[in-house]
């Protein structure tokens, strides 16, 4: 029972360069997150999803992209890498029908765009 | 729109100290509030959160929080620090509109032997 995983855990990019983070759960929860941390600033919400096949913009959402195809996978991807986007970059996952949406953290992916 | 204030980016205690972490919050609605512990290199864990059950909430290794609607408030203490305490701690508000959390900037504490 792994809970959330991601992958990659590091990764190096170049300014200009693709990627996709992958983020994978065995919850079987339906809400997924995907959020930014970054230093005095917490974290913050990119995009969401509260279903397979359905997906939402958060609070800073410019120059990615989600999916959502399978209930247990969220992706994000970057189409074109800036520095602005070194981050760590979290997963999380919360029950659907919960009040409080407590939310499952991943471990974190942290990527550098040289 | 609901969002928390941490006051204190760093705080700094004596081992066996008490620790108190501050937390405002701001809702135009019954907040429901969390707060979040990550130890380095890791993800965030839960170490309590408060659903209006009661005002006193307790949470994993001995800390509680007691919300406090008076002083809009959300504290995080622990009477007695252990090393094992230093850690960056994040005050979480549920955001109603978008069924996500969110979160104040973090207080990073460091407990000195």
């Known amino acids: 029972n792994a809970g959330v995983t991601q992958t990659p855990k590091f990764r190096v990019l170049k300014t200009g360069q693709s990627m996709t983070l992958l983020c994978a759960q065995d919850?079987?929860?339906?809400?997924m997150y995907w959020y930014r941390q970054d230093p005095g600033m917490g974290l913050r919400l990119i995009h969401y999803?509260?279903?397979?096949?359905?997906?939402a913009k958060g609070e800073v959402p410019d120059g990615y992209n989600v999916s959502r195809l399978k209930k247990q996978n969220f992706l994000l991807g970057l189409e074109s890498a800036a520095p602005s986007q070194t981050s760590v970059y979290f997963c999380?996952?919360?029950?659907?029908?919960?009040?409080?949406?407590?939310?499952?953290f991943g471990p974190g992916t942290r990527l550098t765009v040289l | 729109a609901q969002s928390v204030t941490q006051l204190g980016s760093h705080v700094s205690v004596s081992e066996g100290a008490l620790v108190l972490l501050r937390c405002n919050y701001s809702s135009s609605v019954p907040p429901y509030l969390f707060w979040y512990v990550q130890y380095p290199n890791q993800g965030l864990q839960l170490l309590l959160k408060?659903?209006?059950?009661?005002?006193l909430v307790k949470g994993i290794n001995g800390f509680e929080a007691e919300f406090k609607k008076s002083e809009t408030s959300f504290h995080l203490t622990k009477p007695s620090a252990h090393m094992s305490d230093a850690a960056e701690y994040f005050c979480?508000?549920?955001?109603?509109?978008?069924?996500?959390?969110?979160f104040g900037s973090g207080t990073r504490l460091q407990v000195q032997p």
């Open positions: 919850m079987n929860h339906e809400y």
């Open positions: 999803s509260v279903g397979e096949g359905t997906t």
């Open positions: 408060y659903t209006s059950a009661a005002t």
């Open positions: 979480a508000v549920r955001d109603t509109g978008r069924r996500a959390l969110t």
């Open positions: 999380a996952v919360g029950r659907a029908g919960e009040r409080y949406n407590e939310q499952f």
